[in-house]
């Protein structure tokens, strides 16, 4: 940490130390007088409970606060309110003289409120900012991010000392809830930066000068006491503003971007801010009784370092929607059961327990659970490797990234892939890889961390290495998905070079005008074996038993005396249903209308004899689709010929549609129908796989993308997409 940082972070920390001691000193009472004669008469309590306890009431005469007597008390003479006091002197209308000594222990609710939660929140906050800075140290991000932090937890911590009218805590406060919104929206400004998103807004550095009304009113406030109210309204409404204005830019960017961060930051800055805003801020400006008390709404406030915590800067968010489903999974858990077990004991002890002992049980027993969900993840992890899920999502993720390197076709490709799924989930560019051929002490796949570094050895072929280092410690979540991502890296290498190391010599054997090339010419005579062994037994199922059949037909009328007429033309029918059968065996093995007069005629053809055979109503909509590559048209007439044969065999549907759809440099084809449809894996061990998988196959042959979707009764919807790569003709 530089010096600058130091000194901030000291100054936050002496600055909270301050107005919690000022807090602690002293109880916090607000105990209302009358002074319009000429002793204070005790007028109303701020908690009338304690004052009950204390056999303290309306119209008892206050004599004497802490030794000295209370008309010369500043804040009865300013606010006719005594704020503070270690001990009372009053005098009951009767003229008994009581006296009161007052500890924080004797009115919970102020010291819970007054000192405990914002203790806890400063502390919370200050670790969060420490946290932040030290993972990612000479960020601007995080040093906004980590003020913001700062300003909230100290503003939050001055309430006590403000409300006993110490000048510093109000100062301090008055300064910080302003400053920590303006903090925000320079945050976001920056972010907004970093995500290459229009910055539509203000600038935020004229935002800073509304800190300059904040001494103005104050100096307006030394010289005129009766400018006090308004000051307080000017603060109020300012705060009111800001607040407003950062929801504002918060929306109108999630709606324009459709962008999950930027949603996840809208909800932590809304879930602690509006709260407050709406049940204290705007009642106290219009002039209405708040509708919660000022350090009852700052309760909420406390979601501000939970909501933060997880956003890591130094160019990355990476598992924000991870920390935040864990964490919220684990409250919604935690939630119920502390509710449970408080009850629980409410009922044993229900005369025993106040509402402020009650909640602070069902505090302790909350968060006692959420940190025993913790602690069983991390041995879940360190024993068993497993990893919190509740949605699934780092699985996909993996998955899609997956999915997406295996299109690459040469290393570098792959390499490039690779980099660019580190950046998008890790959301870092602060690494590298590298080619080296020394020794590395680690193996293939094995992570190495030291010295504030990663290393990850990703491919060793013995004569060279192939290096990732990231320039950070990464957390568990992110090593485990690198090492999985990594393990598909080194295969698909592996995979990689051996397909190079095939078109190497299949050039090698072009450049020798070598037209001998054993494994390959054993590869298409298999292919073509196949193929024909296909064919033939289609044949031989079909027109051959068809011929037979005939066959013996013609037998038994040419031993008969009598030659029927009717028989023989049935006979004849019989023979031209099987060269009607033959013929359209040869138009699917070479459509003969594809080359003679092009992929469209050739489909509306096919598509008028499946009107006629099929039992459904067909929808077709064809449109002229140009491919440079010819072998495209035969690919989109075999998809829709087995699509159709599809629907014609199995899929007992009444309705079919089938869409064709031209786009650049290849066409996207839809089939939806209202079938029986049925579980994808199911339907791929029935009589239909043969040909969903033959679909399948031709559309990965030519790199398209391909989505069934289907379920029991809901019908089959088929999405293919085929761009031509137009490198490859050459």
């Given at each position: ?94 003229g008994d003289v009581h006296s009161v000594t007052i500890k924080h222990k004797d009115i919970p609710e102020e010291f819970y409120l007054q000192i405990i939660f ?384 095939l078109v190497c010599e299949i050039r090698l054997m072009k450049d020798n005008n070598d037209t001998q090339l054993p494994w390959l010419d054993k590869l298409l ?206």
């Amino acid at each position: 940490m530089s010096k600058w940082t130091y000194s901030i972070f000291i100054t936050y920390l002496l600055l909270g130390i301050y107005v919690l001691v000022v807090a602690i000193r002293i109880p916090l009472i607000h105990i209302f007088v009358d002074t319009t004669s000429e002793q204070p008469i005790i007028d109303g309590f701020y908690y009338p409970d304690w004052a009950q306890q204390n056999n303290i009431e309306k119209g008892d005469l206050l004599l004497t606060i802490d030794g000295k007597p209370a008309e010369d008390v500043r804040s009865i003479q300013l606010d006719s309110i005594v704020r503070s006091a270690k001990e009372l002197t009053f005098m009951k209308p009767d003229g008994d003289v009581h006296s009161v000594t007052i500890k924080h222990k004797d009115i919970p609710e102020e010291f819970y409120l007054q000192i405990i939660f914002p203790l806890f929140y400063f502390v919370l906050s200050f670790g969060v900012a420490i946290y932040l800075w030290r993972r990612n140290k000479d960020n601007l991000l995080t040093s906004l991010l980590t003020l913001f932090l700062l300003t909230c937890s100290l503003a939050y911590i001055s309430t006590g000392a403000s409300g006993r009218g110490n000048l510093i805590g109000s100062s301090v406060i008055t300064i910080g809830i302003v400053l920590c919104i303006v903090l925000f929206i320079h945050f976001l400004q920056f972010y907004f930066r970093y995500l290459r998103i229009e910055w539509r807004y203000i600038n935020t550095k004229w935002l800073y000068l509304l800190l300059l009304l904040i001494p103005c009113c104050d100096f307006i406030e030394i010289v005129n006491s009766d400018f006090r109210t308004i000051a307080s309204l000017i603060n109020l409404g300012m705060f009111a503003v800001l607040v407003f204005y950062a929801i504002y830019i918060l929306l109108t960017s999630y709606l324009r971007t459709k962008l999950a961060k930027i949603r996840l930051i809208t909800i932590a800055f809304i879930t602690p801010f509006l709260p407050f805003l709406l049940f204290f801020v705007i009642p106290e400006i219009v002039g209405l009784n708040p509708i919660l008390h000022a350090e009852v709404a700052a309760l909420f406030l406390l979601f501000i370092p939970f909501s933060f915590i997880f956003i890591q800067l130094n160019e990355r968010l990476f598992d924000i929607e991870y920390q935040l489903s864990r964490l919220r999974y684990y409250s919604t858990l935690a939630f119920f059961s502390a509710l449970i077990l408080t009850t629980g004991v409410t009922i044993l002890f229900i005369d025993k327990l106040s509402i402020i002992k009650i909640t602070s049980v069902y505090i302790l027993v909350f968060f006692v659970i959420i940190a025993s969900f913790y602690i069983k993840e991390q041995l879940d992890f360190k024993y068993r490797k497993i990893i919190f899920s509740s949605t699934g999502n780092y699985v996909h993720n993996l998955y899609a990234a997956v999915n997406r390197m295996g299109k690459a076709k040469n290393q570098q490709e792959l390499l490039d892939q690779f980099k660019y799924e580190i950046t998008e989930k890790l959301g870092t560019t602060a690494f590298t890889i590298t080619t080296i051929t020394e020794d590395v002490p680690f193996t293939r796949g094995e992570v190495n961390i030291g010295n504030e570094m990663t290393h990850l050895l990703l491919h060793d072929t013995g004569e060279e290495k192939i290096m990732l280092n990231i320039r950070h410690v990464l957390q568990k979540e992110e090593l485990l998905w690198l090492e999985l991502l990594a393990l598909y890296v080194s295969m698909f290498i592996d995979n990689l070079k051996l397909i190079e190391d095939l078109v190497c010599e299949i050039r090698l054997m072009k450049d020798n005008n070598d037209t001998q090339l054993p494994w390959l010419d054993k590869l298409l005579w298999n292919i073509i074996e196949k193929e024909k062994s296909i064919l033939a037994q289609e044949l031989h199922d079909t027109i051959l038993q068809e011929q037979l059949h005939l066959a013996r037909e013609l037998d038994v009328l040419a031993s008969s005396p009598i030659i029927k007429k009717e028989k023989v033309l049935d006979i004849r029918e019989q023979l031209l249903n099987a060269s009607k059968d033959l013929r359209e065996y040869c138009e699917n093995l070479s459509p003969p209308l594809l080359d003679t007069f092009g992929l469209q005629i050739a489909l509306k053809k096919l598509i008028q004899k499946v009107k006629i055979r099929a039992d459904f109503l067909l929808n077709a909509q064809i449109d002229r689709v140009q491919f440079q590559d010819v072998t495209l048209h035969l690919v989109v007439y075999r998809l829709v010929q087995e699509l159709l044969n599809n629907a014609i065999k199995h899929a007992e549907a009444t309705e079919v549609s089938l869409t064709l759809q031209a786009i650049n440099r290849g066409f996207i084809l839809q089939y939806d129908d209202n079938g029986i449809g049925g579980n994808i894996e199911d339907l791929m061990q029935s009589s239909a796989s043969m040909g969903i998988n033959g679909i399948r196959e031709r559309v990965r042959a030519f790199n398209g993308d391909i989505t069934i979707a289907s379920s029991h009764n809901e019908g089959m919807h088929i999405f293919i997409q085929i761009q031509e790569d137009v490198e490859s003709y050459d």
